[in-house]
């Protein structure tokens, strides 16, 4: 929109096309369960974008904190994932997993 300066506007297009061009590559559409691992300026993207796309969201992140943001943002469902039982009840759920971490973590895990 015009409304917004060009170098503010910038930064969501990086992060946007960053999130945008996996979830396109495979296909995630409506209906689609797709789970956002992380809540930095990625997985806020990635949250937005998925939801625009029709597919439910949930937010994966180890700082249960996030949740009241995760939701706020368009997150259909949040899960905090410091507590390893979590990774059970979750295991086969998601048509598509978006990792927006970029500290080291166990991939596998998810």
Request: glycine letters at 10%; one cysteine or more; hydrophobic letters at 40%.
């Amino acid at each position: 929109p015009k409304s917004i300066p060009l170098d503010r506007a910038a930064p969501l297009l990086c992060a946007g096309i960053t999130v945008y061009s996996p979830m396109r590559h495979y296909g995630v559409k409506a209906g689609d369960s797709v789970a956002v691992v992380g809540l930095g300026g990625l997985g806020h993207m990635g949250v937005k974008i998925a939801r625009a796309m029709g597919a439910r969201v949930t937010v994966l992140s180890t700082s249960p904190s996030k949740k009241d943001d995760a939701l706020k943002l368009g997150a259909d469902d949040f899960a905090a994932t410091s507590d390893p039982s979590v990774f059970k009840n979750l295991a086969g759920t998601f048509d598509f997993i978006l990792d927006t971490v970029s500290a080291p973590h166990d991939y596998n895990a998810y």
